[in-house]
């Protein structure tokens, strides 16, 4: 369940950074021209800089640097924020991750921040740490009454699972917005859009991508593991997965097509960010959801949404209530 506190302390600004993943830039780069077409229709401008480089998250993941060497990437990246006094939204559990951790261990600890800072004097910056770090999921959350007032194609009659990745909810413990063993801020967002949540045995299961997997022991753990949650998620007959974090979106999505071209099962589930879930439901083209970049087609998807009726502001409002009263049953 959601933990109250921590969702009044968000602050949604009319203007805030958005934090470009190396993943969803090159490889489904749909989320990132959702974010910049839904979130206006909620209020909120997005701010990106070409200046923007990686999170710094892939190279301590993979030993290739240490963590003080990276940190002065994350203090650059969060001066591009900071010099503008916004925020930072975060589309990636491991973006999420790095920006967070680094920028609290620099806070906590003044004489690291000092040499970070010795090192950015070089280039003419100084890190602050002013700016608040959320991610996507939370920034939603907060805003999913404005979502359901403002759908312009209620999801009636799809059905969606979810995956919430683990960096985020068994990373983030004690500072997500949400319970790590029974999350519910994504299902709630779904219903607001006025779609259909679907259950499934392998819902809090990882999805394979941890990249001491990937990357040292290639598929011989991974690829069993996303198998067995890709079984789960046909047994389901969900429409789509969402997901929040694109490292999570191409593990499900790309070993999809590789079990398939193996013949190893039939996995057609599509898989979709919760930033393009909420963008189809406020009327964003489809066209620019890149849709096109996924490894599993969105054709017989995109069939079922296409037939969706278009509706007045009378039915919004009926969307809205509806998903505080699944909210309030949640709750009970």
Known sequence: MPRKK?????????RMFLFQPCVGNNKYPGIISAAQDAMPKLGVEMVTSDEQTCCGGFLTFTNVAQPTSTM????RNLCLAEEQNL??????NGCHTFLTEFSHFMNDRPPVKGVVNVI????????KGTAHIYHIIEVLYKLKD??????QVPLTGLRFATHYGCHYLNGFKKTAIDDAFMPTVMEEIIRACGAEVVE????????GTGLTQVILHKEEL??????RKLESLNEAHADAVVVQCPYCQAQLDRMSQKLNSRKAGNFRTPVLHVIQLVG????????????????????QFLDKFEKLPRRDGIHHQDTKAQSKKQTAEIAA
């Open 280 to 299: 189809l439901a406020l009327g964003v083209p489809v066209e620019k959801l890149g849709f096109e970049a996924h490894a599993i087609p969105f054709k």
């Open 6 to 14: 921590l969702v009044e302390d968000i602050r949604v600004s009319d």
């Open 72 to 75: 002065p990437a994350v203090a």
């Open 87 to 92: 925020d930072v939204v975060a589309f990636c």
């Open 200 to 207: 499934y045995g392998e819902n809090r299961a990882c999805c």
């Open 146 to 151: 404005r979502i359901a007032e403002q759908v």
């Open 120 to 127: 950015l004097s070089m280039i003419g910056r100084e890190y």
């Open 222 to 227: 991974s690829l069993p593991h996303t198998k």
